[in-house]
Structure formats: C-alpha cells, structure tokens
C-alpha cells in the first residue's frame, strides 16, 4: 500500500466497502438458513444435452418431499428465478430451476425439442430417493410455459404456476383424483400476454362465459383438485415478473395449498434478500470505484512518474458548447444510426448469437452517428478523423499498460457483478458451447463503446470540473445518450413486432447498464487520460450479458421474427 502512497482514509474506506461486500455475498448465499442451495449441477437429456441446474431443499432433509420444477423465459437464465426457488424451499419443496437447451450455462442440439430438458430434470429427481414423484409441481416463466405440453400428460404434476406466460385451453382439468392446480400470474403492463386472451383460456377451462371471467378470483377448489385463477398485479411488466414479491408470495401460497403442505419456515424472504443485495451492490462499487486509482498508477506509470501529472487525450472543440454537444451527439446518434445497422447488417446475418448481434448491431448504429459526429468536428479543428480514432492507441508500452489494466478491472467489476446479480437475479456466465464467440463480441463491443467515450469523456467531460455536481452531470449524460437512443430504436422494433417485448425487456436493464458504464467510464478517463481501459472494462460486462442472454439463432431468423 505505502509504495502506492495511498492516504489512510483511502485504505480504511477500501476495506470497509470491501468488508461491506463481503459479508453482503455471504448472506446473501446463506438466507434463508432454512434451505439447502446447491450450484452447478449438470444432468443428460435423451437427446444428448447438458442441462444446467441449481437445486433449493429444506435443510432438515427427510423422505417423500414434493418438487417443483422451474423453468425460465426466452433470453434468460436460471437465476431469474431463484427468488421462487428460495421461498418454495423454506416452505418445504425441493425446487429445481434450470436452463432451457440453448440458454444459460446449457449445451444445444437441434431439433429444439425442450420439453426433453424437464423430463431431463424430472428424471434427476427420481435417482434421488427423497422426492414423491406423484406430488410434482412446474412453473413456467415465459417461454417456460411449454411444460403445460408434458403437465398436460403426466399426471404426476399436480400444480401448474404460469408467470407472464400463455394458458393452454385444453390443459387437462384437475379432480379429486387426479389433480391440476393452476395459477396464472399476470402483470397489468406484461409486453408479451394479453390478460384478454388468458381470460378466454380460463373460461374454457373452468365452462363459464368469457364475459364473466374475473382477475384474482378463484374458480373451483384445492379439495377438488381443480382450483384455477388469474393472479393480476398493477405494477409489473413482463421482465419484472420474475423478481416481484407479490408474485412471488402468491406463487408459494398457491403451492403450499395445492399439497396441503405443513410449511417448514413461514417467513417471507423476498425482501430481506433484496435489502442484502442493496449492501452487496454498495460495498463492491465502493471498493471498485476506490481501487481504479491505485490500480492505475500501479499499472500505468512507474514509481518515479507516479507523482506527475496525467497527461489527458481531448478533442478540443473550443467553439462548441455543452448543450451544442449535447443536442449533436442525440441527433447524429438517432438520425444517422439507421444508417449505421444497415450497413451492420450483413454481419448479422453471419453472426451466431442473433440476439446478441441485434444489441451490437444498434451499438454500431449510435457508433456511426456519432463518427460523423466526429469527422465534422474534426474538420473544424484540421483533426482528420483517422487520427482521432487512432490517438488512443499511441504509444506501444502505454496501449499495453492499458489494456492490462482494463483486464485486471474488468475481471474484477464482473466478479462484484456476478457474485451479486449473476447468481441472484440474473445469470451472466454462458455455456460452454457459446465462448467462442466472446472475442467476437467483445471486439465490436469495444469498438462501439470506444466512439462513445471519444464524445463524452474526451470531449465532453472536458468542458466540466470535476466537482461531484458536474460529475454526476457527465454521469447523466453518459447514461441518457446511448438510453435515448435504444428507446427510440426498439420503439421501432415495436412498431414493427406489433408488440413492447423487446422494448419492455431490454429497457430496464439497459438503465441500469448505461448508468454503470457511464460511471466507470469517467473514472477511468479521470485515473488514466485515456478511455481505452473504460472500453475494455464495459465490453467485459456487456460480452457477458449479451452472450449469456442470447440463445443459438441465426440472424435471418431474427430478422424475418421482427418483420413477419
């Protein structure tokens, strides 16, 4: 630490948020006590697929325990519904969420047959020896609602939980002797399911009019077997399905009843699990964004220089004002990027990872933009633009300085991220079979991310002091430039779909997404003067989640899904 020169309160405020997010990660794993949580498990399906899954248990053990298997959405993992698998399992299931083929940390094979993926996992709990393989339940998020087509002939399931997905009207009604709970769980705002065409599923179901089908009522009974209902909430969509505490509470309650089960630990975890994600998230950006500095001199310069002042990369653009900036960088971006995917276009019809090709192929839309951007200005101060684009890159023993310091950070801001979001909330490690394509994505991800730093930090953030009020000014501006964007692009998407889907999914992460960038791309500029250990920090976070998130699809598929 002393060769570094840091003061006291640096190395005390360093090992508080550390020790912040370190007990954070540990509780977060161990809440509830009352449940068993194993990780990385991998089963066979007969079609020879390696199946991905976690498995939540009561603690105490014992024989004859129900399960219930969970299956997710399209463009998510596992984990985005670890919070029903914590609560079932406190209760007193054996919960068993799992990647579909394709998704996740799972392998792919073809013909997309996913339905083998549950029997896969129904099979897994049969070796076990403790489960009651005639009291299973299924939840379905999404896509996952395709288990209704094996519920529909194994009588073994007894509950079906659809979440933001489809009723099938033909679903086998339940009866005293051969049982099917079903609750479906709908959101006021979900993008994908119309609460009109699930309402029609329902009265086929239960034989009453449509007209007089109503929300939050149950139809039939537990003691029946046949006990249905509509679960509408008034401020979810369709991705926040996943996370929401009153869906969440009414999909265990709904469980429990549906077994009669004599509940293990009645308490609700949901919220206290998101109060210690809240500390978990604030000690890792604290000890982070507190390391770029001594991480950068120990990197960058030598013991010698470590005293000298930073020498910053700028664009200068004396004749242009803040809000001159401001409104050119929206304009070139939204005008001009139509222009850039288009010309993107050709790649991803090639690219494999359809849906990770689409997100960079609107980055390299807003990166056209503001390259034009770059050129005018250029001009006006006789700076070609090649030489702005090639500024960051001078100097052979800096450039490498550079990129190992964007490494070391960004391995260690995705491992804050994944041991608090990653395995919580959101998955952001791929399979296997999908690594190969992360230096493709991470190339154009750099690059795209590379030409927005060369507007907000080099030119931009320039303009302001570096006081916290115009700190978090060039924050907000950071984030509302590429959000901007994107909302007016998949607004178009929409128009085009007929449907919010991908507004609706990809909107909430990606604020959360720019506003981190956003952040670590000033710091970084701050520490180093230049923006290449920025790019490389936030092409490390984003190759992650868009390859994670995207499924094996070509982009012809994708693009005639969009258009047809």
């Not at 996943?242 to 469980?255: K, L, M, S, T």
């Not at 056209?368 to 633009?385: H, M, N």
């Not at 115009?470 to 929409?494: E, H």
Request: proline residues 3%.
């Amino acid at each position: 630490m002393t060769i570094l020169n840091l003061s006291k309160k640096r190395v005390v405020l360093i090992g508080i948020f550390l020790a912040i997010f370190t007990i954070g990660t540990v509780f977060i794993f161990i809440t509830p006590l009352s449940v068993k949580s194993t990780y990385g498990k991998f089963t066979q399906t007969s079609d020879g697929v390696t199946i991905s899954f976690n498995v939540f248990e009561p603690s105490s053990g014992g024989l004859n325990k129900p399960a219930i298997i969970i299956g997710h959405g399209s463009m998510v993992n596992k984990e985005m519904l670890k919070g029903y698998a914590l609560e079932l399992a406190a209760v007193g299931f054996v919960a068993v969420p799992f990647d579909f083929r394709g998704h996740g940390q799972s392998s792919m094979i073809e013909p997309d047959n996913k339905t083998k993926d549950i029997i896969a996992i129904k099979e897994y709990l049969n070796t076990r020896g403790d489960i009651d393989m005639n009291s299973l339940g299924y939840i379905g998020y999404s896509m996952g609602g395709l288990g209704q087509v094996l519920i529909e002939e194994d009588l073994a399931f007894k509950c079906f939980i659809g979440i933001g997905t489809w009723l099938y009207p033909t679903l086998r009604a339940g009866d005293s002797t051969n049982p099917l709970n079903v609750l479906m769980i709908q959101a006021l705002f979900d993008e994908a399911v119309e609460l009109s065409e699930l309402k029609i599923s329902l009265a086929t179901r239960v034989s009453i009019p449509v007209s007089t089908v109503d929300s939050n009522k149950l139809y039939g009974s537990f003691q029946e077997g046949n006990a249905s209902m509509i679960y509408l909430d008034d401020n979810s969509n369709h991705l926040t399905v996943a996370w929401d505490a009153d869906f969440i509470r009414e999909a265990r309650d709904w469980a429990i009843n549906s077994f009669d089960l004599d509940v293990v630990d009645e308490t609700f975890y949901v919220n206290i699990r998101g109060l210690i994600l809240l500390l978990q998230v604030i000690g890792g950006m604290g000890f982070f964004f507190l390391t770029v500095e001594p991480l950068s001199k120990l990197v960058l310069t030598s013991k010698s220089d470590r005293e000298k002042e930073i020498q910053y990369y700028k664009i200068e653009a004396p004749d242009m004002s803040v809000m001159s900036i401001t409104i050119k960088t929206i304009l070139f971006s939204i005008v001009l990027g139509i222009l850039g995917v288009l010309i993107f276009l050709p790649l991803l019809l090639i690219l494999p990872l359809a849906v990770a090709g689409f997100v960079v192929a609107l980055l390299f839309g807003q990166a056209f933009g503001l390259i034009v951007l770059l050129w005018r200005i250029g001009k006006k101060t006789d700076s070609p633009l090649r030489t702005i684009l090639a500024r960051p890159f001078k100097g052979r023993n800096i450039l490498l300085r550079q990129i190992i310091l964007g490494a070391i950070l960004g391995a260690m801001l995705f491992l804050i991220v994944y041991l608090s979001i990653g395995l919580n909330y959101l998955g952001l490690v791929p399979s296997i079979t999908k690594f190969w394509t992360m230096p493709i994505y991470f190339a154009i991800s750099f690059f795209v991310i590379l030409i927005l730093n060369m507007v907000t930090q080099v030119i931009l953030q320039n303009k302001f002091s570096d006081s916290i009020k115009d700190t978090m000014k060039v924050l907000f501006l950071g984030a509302i430039f590429p959000l901007l964007y994107y909302i007016v692009y998949l607004l178009l998407v929409s128009v085009l779909m007929r449907s919010l889907f991908y507004f609706g999914t990809f909107i909430p992460i990606s604020i959360l997404m720019f506003t981190l960038t956003s952040g670590v791309s000033i710091l970084s500029y701050r520490k180093t003067g230049n923006i290449i250990t920025g790019a490389i920090i936030n092409a490390v976070l984003l190759t992650f989640l868009i390859v994670t998130m995207s499924t094996p699809q070509s982009g012809l598929s994708f693009i005639a899904r969009l258009l047809f």
